[in-house]
């Protein structure tokens, strides 16, 4: 009887049920979510293009100019933030359209221009908005439409979402993002986005190990939310600079001793490798 009870056991594990008495070892569930996201085009190249040359989920995604919208998902009410980045160094006009207006730059300005704004949503349309902002360099010349998009949620929906980014401010994709108790997501764009639609509640959202809650200092990878409405939360991949000084002997027919090189001190930014969950 002992050892039908084992074998009993034994195929049990090999299935990945648990065992009477205990849990699974990972409860999670993929939390329900949105329709996926609008994406912004790419091309091989980093040449501008057109959402409908790739069809209509894609946005347009122009070189010469940056559109950022944050959060990504709101309600009724919420303000968002909107950044407009002209990639420049002489002879720009960034058309943000309201609220941000119009700025423009003289030909001996260098650098890039920040254009950045804010917006009360007040729109009765739920579901994906798109916004557009028009770069142009000499124009009418040369032209290019940049798009981003915002989720408004309805009355009774209820979401998490942040971005997750590498230590350059890259987005990461494929990144499981843990929120308890019972879910998880996953970011699912080359942007680092990912969102979930709950129910009211208070959560723990947490990153895999080596990134960190974006404007949390020390470093922390969880962050706990009470949920009435639509929160963000976003994660960057740790990052450490390493510094050193770098010396030569010298020697005498007496004694030696060490002495820095010229221009010897030196710092470099390095990445954390995170552990993929």
């Known amino acids: 009887m002992r050892r039908l009870l084992v074998a009993v056991a034994f195929l049990l594990v090999l299935a990945g049920l648990p065992l009477a008495g205990g849990a699974s070892p990972d409860a999670a569930k993929p939390a329900p979510k949105l ?10 190249d980093g040449d501008g293009c057109y959402g409908w040359q790739y069809g209509p989920e894609y946005m347009d995604n122009t070189f010469i100019g940056e559109l950022t919208i944050a959060p990504h998902i709101v309600k009724v009410g919420q ?3 909107i950044t407009m980045d002209a990639f420049a160094t002489s002879d720009w006009t960034a058309q943000a359209g309201a609220p941000c207006g119009e700025i423009k730059r003289g030909a001996t300005t260098g650098g890039d221009i920040d254009a950045k704004c804010t917006q009360k949503m007040t729109s009765p349309t739920h579901g994906w908005l798109r916004f557009a902002g028009t770069f142009c360099y000499l124009p009418p010349i040369n032209c290019g439409t940049e798009q981003e998009a915002l989720y408004l949620l309805a009355a009774d929906q209820y979401a998490i979402s942040g971005m997750v980014k590498d230590a350059a401010g890259k987005g990461v994709r494929g990144v499981r993002v843990d929120i308890s108790p019972g879910y998880y997501a996953m970011t699912e764009n080359t942007n680092g986005f990912y969102q979930a639609l709950l129910k009211k509640g208070k959560y723990t959202v947490t990153a895999p190990a080596g990134y960190c809650v974006n404007g949390v200092r020390p470093c922390t990878r969880s962050k706990v939310v009470n949920l009435t409405g639509a929160t963000a ?9 390493l510094s050193g000084t770098v010396t030569k002997k010298e020697c005498t027919p007496r004694a030696c001793k060490r002495a820095p090189m010229p221009a010897s001190p030196w710092s470099r930014a390095a990445a954390a490798t995170p552990t993929k969950p």
């Open 35 to 44: 329709p996926p996201a609008p994406i912004k085009c790419q091309t091989p």
């Open 79 to 81: 303000t968002i933030d």
């Open 233 to 241: 939360v976003d994660f960057q991949e740790q990052g450490y600079e």
